[in-house]
């Protein structure tokens, strides 16, 4: 967890809080309240980037977390009865295919033969007494 979720959730844990403890003191008149509630929300605005007021963590964590759709999805392909043609899926199938040669299916290939080497033994050495002078 960030530590500005964190202190979101510090800041609203005291908020509740604070409203809970407010009900049960005796408030003596309206004025200062008023002023109480104002420097309370300009100290919300301020502790929040850019003027923003701060959201609920819960809220937040509930709306970013991941969802099993599995059943949905099941449900719908399920539903869904439309076979193709095979030339046309092999058609998709050859358009979605990178240009990447990775991509590429292999080509089969004939093996070859072993092809015997052009230059004989006798080459071999007449290069290696030319060449080393031995």
């Not at 006798?122 to 080393?132: R, T």
């Amino acid at each position: 967890m960030s530590a500005a979720l964190l202190r979101r959730g510090l800041e609203l844990l005291a908020a509740s809080e604070a409203h809970q403890a407010a009900p049960s003191q005796a408030q003596p008149s309206g004025a200062p309240v008023k002023r109480a509630r104002k420097a309370k929300a300009a100290q919300k605005l301020r502790n929040s980037a850019k003027g923003k007021v701060p959201k609920s963590a819960l809220a937040e964590y509930r709306k970013r977390e991941c969802r099993d759709h599995l059943k949905e999805n099941l449900k719908f392909m399920a539903g869904t009865k439309s076979t193709l043609a095979e030339s046309v899926t092999q058609q998709i199938l050859r358009q979605n295919r990178g240009r990447k040669a990775c991509d590429r299916p292999m080509a089969k290939t004939k093996k070859k033969k072993a092809e015997g080497t052009v230059f004989t033994e006798e080459d071999f050495q007449k290069f290696q007494q030319e060449y080393f002078g031995s």
